[in-house]
């Protein structure tokens, strides 16, 4: 009997095809990785790795990209092989890590890796669940730092969701780790039906005799073919909105009437869809909002609402799990957290699922869910990151989220991995995804969406200072330098160029020819030495263009920067031209940029483009304190005014000056061409068009040229940038070479401290600690001097200057060398020209200072929220744990430099953890 046979005979269900052939591959002693839809059961391939090492007798880690994850994993293979041989580590929480399967996030093991921990002894196969997360542009390239430093006897069993460069990325792997089978499976396990729910009426998306023949036709490709009977209705809706203002009792049109503009049409409130969709069976489901205070105010919404979901034998149920869930905490907490409307809104089936609530919160709901005790859920998009909680429809209310900078466009990639939590593997026969139309809302983008089957993996790895600091100690320079370049980031990049290195061999043989055809019609003269002589005219002559328009625009955005309320400016260049009068002066120096109103009605900004020559204040007017400058009217009566000052704009549009005239470089190229014999010889007909060719060509080979170089060298530039600044400011200095070979680098005291120091903020941490910024400080205050490390305001309360906190000095002290070797970094990563470092961020220190002083709850959440709102709680605890994670590294790091500060470090991990902090772990 196989180990595959074993395995099997403890599970309840048959593996699909995809499944047993990952397993035969793992089993072979290959790597392998799995690409196939969300719940198409992925992971039981990485169980099967766990069993392979416990029947070896030998270790396996499992890897995930969040805790929420790994504490589920955990769960499961605690509950199939007991939890003597299944332990835990997220960073804040350590259970039996000793064991011989452990689950721990991925920068735990990455971690390990670079202090080459003990733990890695015995160490068979590591799994990497939701693998694709390598592109996170904050957090990827951990999982490349990983795959890149196990050792090759490690087998590695990477599983993602369904990426178009399965391949590509499989090759990869190969490359870098050895024989690695690529096993991708398209098919759902569950079909999934689209829909779109306009007002009150469910649309299929697509047509469904063509969604019946795909399928009979064994085809997994989805149909193009929309409904016609939805694109008919949305058209009609689309066209009663543009003719009738619904604000308009007696029914007068939007464009004619004296009615308000139309409103657009927005879906029906959240209750009456849920209700909807209960009547059509198609309850649980989950509800992506993209926003924590959406959802609480979808539950807010279903609470006011007279739906229930749930029976009331069901209730009783649900009550004995929540009172286990709270079970530790005070009451007093409880009623501060929302605990009686979060219970109720659970009871009536109803449900919120983001990163803002408490984790036992969190944890309650989730059981809930699966246990089919809570039917309607509203969530932020972090529940579609592979936590288990599958329901029969998922309702999209809007395409576009935010993405922690702008609203984006929901990507298809994206679009799938959310739609792909409808349909609940052995209990429903198919899933549906509902997106609730409104106004503007095609359905052609939505069936983009749902059709597409583009969703390349890319690369976000480039080294840090931490990475580096690692890779130079662990590799030498020589070695870093092979990591780097056996990157999947340089791997894409190699590929990439392939294409336009072909391009540029196509064109220098091009070039080649034409040389050969000029050289003959030339008949013996340099003609080619004439043609470039003509090219650098015209590269010189471009380049004093560009620099006559960086110092005009230069002069203009000083002119712009210092005009006042009432000057009256001659707006010279673009369709503005004519007078305009500034009614609010440029706010941004920068970028100065007036706000005018023109002698024409028109009121915007306007900026160096729109003049030609210099910035000229004609005159001053009067502008009324209270002048309506939004209006169309008050635009008018601005303009009559502007208008009626006697000033005139001047008649004819100022000349350019010439930016050639007086350059002597210049002026020697064209005495050159004149001399050239090329210039005064007989030219035979087509021989100018042939230069012209060639030199165009040229210009086009070498940007492509630069291109190719570019790409392929970023990382090393990159690389080598780090080492400098590291190497100026004392983190790495020049060794001998191994065998009398050349000098290599290697860490100093204080690069091996940084290289243990895991934080986005990592350099400037080290600094401080170096500096001694931080012996000053008792627990406290060096708990809310860490928060500035790892804490990012949502709000406005981020800066560099704390106002109003109840803090001691030593703390203001503290943060005032924070912020001024922060600073210095980025004046030193400017010279470098590396990416600015994180800036520290103090809106939690003056709440973190408070609860590690020993501070109330509700006075620590009143404190760190706004404008009176309390903190969430999910968010009060995240933050926490963060701080205790960076104290716990500080305590390590510095046990043996400072044992004083490595003390009062691990004093404020237990201020910090307590109450809810420690509760909810």
């Not at 073919?225 to 009738?244: I, P, T």
């Not at 466009?409 to 349909?423: D, F, K, N, V």
Request: charged letters at 25%; aromatic letters at 6%.
């Amino acid at each position: 009997m196989t180990a595959l046979d074993r395995f099997t005979s403890l599970l309840s269900f048959t593996l699909d095809p995809f499944q047993v052939a990952a397993c035969e591959a793992l089993e072979q002693g290959r790597g392998v990785l799995v690409c196939a839809p969300t719940g198409a059961g992925k992971t039981i391939v990485g169980e099967f790795a766990v069993h392979l090492a416990l029947e070896a007798g030998t270790k396996c880690f499992y890897t995930t990209p969040i805790k929420a994850l790994s504490n589920q994993k955990h769960a499961e293979l605690a509950a199939r092989y007991g939890r003597a041989r299944v332990g835990l580590l997220t960073g804040d929480v350590s259970l039996n890590s000793s064991a011989p399967v452990v689950v721990m996030t991925t920068e735990v093991l990455r971690n390990m890796l670079y202090a080459d921990s003990p733990a890695l002894a015995g160490l068979s196969h590591v799994v990497m669940d939701e693998v694709h997360y390598l592109a996170d542009r904050f957090r990827g390239a951990v999982w490349e730092e990983v795959i890149l430093h196990l050792p090759i006897d490690v087998r590695l069993v990477s599983l993602s969701a369904t990426v178009s460069n399965a391949e590509e990325f499989g090759a990869w792997i190969s490359e870098v780790r050895g024989d690695t089978t690529v096993i991708v499976d398209e098919q759902r396990p569950v079909p999934l039906w689209q829909h779109m729910l306009v007002g009150r009426r469910l649309f299929d998306l697509f047509d469904v005799k063509a969604v019946r023949a795909n399928a009979d036709a064994g085809r997994t490709a989805p149909p193009t073919v929309l409904d016609e009977s939805l694109v008919r209705h949305v058209k009609q809706r689309e066209a009663l909105d543009r003719s009738v203002d619904p604000g308009d009792p007696r029914g007068r049109g939007g464009r004619g009437g004296r009615g308000r503009p139309p409103q657009p049409r927005r879906p029906i409130p959240r209750p009456e869809v849920i209700a909807l969709l209960d009547g059509e069976g198609l309850l649980p489901a989950i509800t992506f909002v993209f926003s924590r205070a959406g959802c609480d105010a979808a539950l807010a919404q279903c609470l006011r609402s007279p739906v229930t979901l749930t029976e009331p034998e069901q209730v009783e149920q649900i009550g004995e799990i929540i009172d286990r869930h709270v079970a530790e905490f005070a009451l007093g907490d409880l009623e501060l957290l929302g605990y009686h409307e979060w219970r109720e809104a659970l009871e009536r089936g109803f449900a919120a699922h983001h990163a803002g609530m408490l984790p036992a919160f969190r944890h309650a709901v989730e059981e809930l869910f699966v246990k089919g005790l809570v039917r309607a859920v509203f969530a932020t998009e972090t529940l579609a990151l592979g936590i288990n909680m599958p329901a029969r429809t998922v309702v999209l209310e809007r395409l576009v989220k935010f993405n922690g900078e702008t609203h984006t466009e929901l990507t298809p990639g994206e679009y799938t991995q959310l739609t792909g939590r409808a349909g609940r593997r052995g209990i429903d026969i198919e899933g549906h995804a509902v997106v609730l139309w409104q106004t503007g809302m095609r359905p052609q983008e939505v069936a983009g969406l749902a059709g597409a089957r583009t969703f390349p993996l890319i690369s976000s790895f480039v080294p840090g200072y931490n990475m580096s600091v690692n890779l130079l100690d662990r590799l030498g320079r020589e070695g870093a330098q092979r990591l780097l370049e056996a990157s999947f980031a340089q791997f894409q990049a190699d590929r990439s160029v392939v294409g336009a290195a072909k391009r540029i061999q196509r064109s220098e043989r091009e070039l080649a020819g034409l040389r050969t055809q000029i050289e003959d019609a030339a008949d013996g003269t340099d003609y080619l030495g004439y043609t470039a002589l003509r090219e650098r005219i015209r590269a010189r002559e471009r380049e004093l263009r560009r620099d006559h328009l960086h110092d005009r625009a230069h002069a203009a955005g000083d002119a712009l920067a210092d005009v006042r309320r009432g000057d009256v400016l001659a707006i010279t260049g673009g369709r503005r031209r004519g007078l305009g009068v500034v009614v609010e002066p440029a706010t941004d120096h920068r970028d100065p940029k007036p706000f005018v109103v023109t002698e024409h009605a028109w009121a915007g900004r306007v900026g160096p483009a729109d003049f030609v020559g210099e910035v000229q204040v004609l005159g001053t007017m009067r502008v009324p304190k209270g002048a309506d400058i939004r209006s169309g009217r008050g635009k008018r009566d601005l303009a009559s005014s502007l208008r009626n000052t006697g000033i005139v704009a001047p008649r004819e549009r100022p000349k350019a000056a010439r930016p050639a005239a007086d350059d002597g470089v210049l002026a020697d190229l064209r005495a050159q061409l004149r001399e050239h014999p090329a210039h005064r010889a007989e030219r035979t007909p087509g021989l100018d068009r042939l230069a012209e060719r060639y030199a165009r060509l040229q210009r086009e080979t070498a940007a492509q040229t630069a291109t190719v170089r570019a790409t392929t060298n970023s990382l090393a530039v990159t690389f080598r940038r780090i080492i400098a600044l590291l190497t100026e400011r004392g983190y790495l200095e020049a060794v001998p070479g191994v065998d009398g070979g050349a000098p290599d680098l290697a860490p100093t005291e204080a690069g091996h401290r940084l290289g243990r120091l895991y934080s986005e903020s990592d350099l400037l941490l080290c600094e401080c600690i170096d500096a001694g910024d931080l012996d000053d400080l008792d627990a406290p205050a060096l708990a809310a001097v860490v928060s500035a490390l790892v804490f990012e305001s949502r709000g406005e309360r981020g800066g560099s200057i704390l106002t109003g906190e109840r803090v001691p000095h030593t703390v203001r002290t503290a943060i005032g060398a924070l912020a001024g070797r922060w600073a210095a970094i980025r004046d030193a990563e400017v010279v470098h020209k590396l990416a600015a470092s994180r800036e520290p961020d103090v809106g939690f220190v003056g709440p973190m200072y408070q609860w590690a002083s020993g501070g109330t709850l509700a006075a620590t959440l009143l404190a760190a929220g706004e404008r009176g709102q309390l903190l969430s709680a999910g968010d009060f605890v995240r933050w926490c744990r963060q701080v205790i994670d960076l104290l716990d590294q500080i305590h390590q790091v510095c046990r043996e430099s400072d044992p004083e500060l490595s003390a009062t470090a691990r004093t404020a991990v237990g201020l910090v953890r307590r109450g809810i902090v420690a509760l909810d772990a």
